[in-house]
């Protein structure tokens, strides 16, 4: 009805001059009104559109980024990085344990110039293919070397075997908890699956197989809270000219809590993002294997007391039945290892057969 007295009031006042003032004030307003009405109407429905749109592209575009990251671009094992690392990495390997985990996770600590040594681990006990029917992973911990032309010669030779991990601290001594700590943090954020750990040093003598069957057992459920090695207690060193000094400030109680010797120790992959969220709220000191004991107390978890001497922390000649039945033995030089290992690889049938 009223868009029909609208009409008639626009004739009423094109053919009568003396149509009425108000009726015709009346009439200019309504029209007003109406055009304006049509002009929001028209606006509304294109934003709505355009709104409708955008909605419908960014969910397409979610959706693609979405299966995009998950099918192609991020390994299965990567999770998100809840702990920071202490120093940038400079080689991060985030796609070394991409696919199934590993039972094993070696972690060995090696300076930035010895290509040689780590050229002989490849070849004997840190060989990833030992154990048959076990998954064995190896990483090199480096940090950053004083020479240019040391750091371009790691470059390479992470190219070539993508079993090194470094960060942008300086590869000395009393970093070497730093170097350890990376380690963890790396196996927790980018190999969380792994069973176990093992931390070993670079100039030992190792019996993958004695751990992994007699030890680890991978026929049997899981250890967790699991970490072993050659426990021992000792107290801190006040002499400043020791190599093992450490302050009051630094550490103040006469002696550190038990603690497995840093040359070899194994642990449960479930430890790894624990330790270190514990190591970062704590003052880092140089000795690795004291500082993850002192972790460990804190964080409530006992050591597990090998049942035999299968971690030797000094050197012991070598004997080849007598290794069969060993996980570490101390201070074994590449060329001892090399000439030792073939003998080493028949003991294994001759001595267990």
């Known amino acids: 009805m009223g868009n029909v007295k609208c009409d008639l009031l ?17 009439l200019e307003t309504s029209t007003m009104n109406k055009s304006i009405t049509q002009s929001l109407w028209t606006i509304k429905s294109k934003i709505l559109k355009l709104c ?7 969910m397409a575009f979610m959706g693609f980024h979405y299966h ?6 991020v390994p299965s094992t990567v999770h998100p990085r809840t702990v920071e690392s202490l120093y940038p990495y400079l080689i991060e390997e985030p796609s070394k344990c991409r696919g199934d985990p590993p039972f094993l996770l070696l972690l060995i600590p090696s300076m930035p110039q010895d290509v040689l ?16 029917g076990i998954s064995i992973k190896r990483i090199f911990l480096l940090g950053r070397s004083f020479v240019n032309d040391t750091e371009v010669s790691v470059e390479q030779e992470s ?20 170097k350890t700590l990376m380690g963890i943090e790396w196996v927790s954020r980018l190999c969380p699956r792994a069973s176990y750990v093992m931390k070993v040093d670079g100039d030992m003598f190792f019996n993958p197989w004695f751990l992994v069957r007699q030890i680890l057992q991978p026929e049997k459920p899981l250890k967790l809270e699991f970490f072993t ?19 009051y400030e630094m550490y103040s109680k006469n002696l550190y809590p038990y603690y497995c010797s840093g040359t070899g120790y194994v642990f ?22 004291v500082f993850l004991g002192i972790c460990l107390e804190r964080m409530g978890v006992h050591l597990s007391k090998s049942g035999g001497e299968w971690f030797i922390g000094e050197r012991v000649e070598y004997n080849r039945c007598r290794f069969t039945k060993l996980v ?22 001759d001595c267990n057969g």
């Open 52 to 58: 409708l749109f955008l909605f419908l592209a960014t």
């Open 10 to 26: 626009q004739v009423l006042a094109s053919t009568h001059p003396n149509f009425p003032t108000w009726e015709r004030i009346h």
């Open 117 to 132: 040594i780590r050229d002989v681990l490849r070849k004997t006990w840190a060989n990833e293919s030992l154990v048959p």
């Open 268 to 289: 449960s992959g479930d430890l790894s993002p624990r330790i270190y969220k514990e190591a970062k709220g704590m003052t880092i000191f140089p000795f690795e294997d």
């Open 68 to 73: 995009s990251i998950n099918m192609n671009l």
């Open 159 to 178: 190219s070539t075997f993508h079993d090194i991990i470094q960060q942008d601290f300086l590869d000395t001594y009393r970093n070497l908890t730093i």
């Open 229 to 247: 090695g050659l426990v021992v207690r000792g107290a801190p060193f006040r002499n400043k000219d020791s190599k093992w000094y450490i302050s």
């Open 328 to 349: 570490t033995v101390h201070h074994y030089s590449p060329d001892e290892l090399l000439k030792l290992w073939p003998d080493f690889l028949k003991a294994l049938g």
